[in-house]
């Protein structure tokens, strides 16, 4: 996958397995938020090759591109806008392991997407502990302004990216 650069955002499509429990909360998330996109990462160019910087459950990561995307059904998508990729790359490092937001996902973005009113923390406090959407909307703040608040069917779905890879 060649022409990829940093900004591109990458999601993923986990599949229900009864032997991986890991899935179980992807099939969960699939069908709660109305997805068909579980998690999302973003693409960074580290020294001319494409990483995917990810929130995980262990914290916000970096994988090389080609063996995180083995054997996954993915999508990736880029902004419209042109994206300095220094400065972005730049910001993109700097919450590497920065903390996953497991009360942000599974009870502030539930009670988001049920009621449509937020209880979650602001911005900035936000910022210390992030999920999949959450770090990808942050990286994308000129077009996601309120990006804590991120819906991932909007987020999926927003008129400010556009496809340039789908394998399924």
Known sequence: ????????????????????PSSYLSVAIQKVANIE??????????????F???????????????????D???????PY????EKPYATEAVSYLSTKYDVVGLLIHQLIYAVTGKWIGAGQEREKKR??????????????????????????????WHYTLITQK
């Open 52 to 70: 995917v910087l990810e929130a995980v459950g262990k914290g916000i990561i970096a994988v090389p591109f080609e063996k995180r995307i083995k």
């Open 72 to 78: 996954k059904l993915i999508k990736i998508v880029r």
């Open 130 to 159: 992030l999920y999949c959407y959450e770090y990808a909307a942050l990286l994308n703040s000129k077009d996601c302004p309120e990006w804590h608040k991120v819906v991932p069917k909007d987020f999926l779905q927003a008129d």
């Open 1 to 20: 996958m060649k022409d990829l650069k940093t900004g591109d955002i990458i999601f993923f499509k986990t599949k229900f397995c009864w032997y991986k």
């Open 81 to 84: 806008r042109i994206i300095n």
């Open 37 to 50: 996109y579980n998690h999302v990462g973003i693409i960074v160019l580290i020294w001319d090759m494409p």
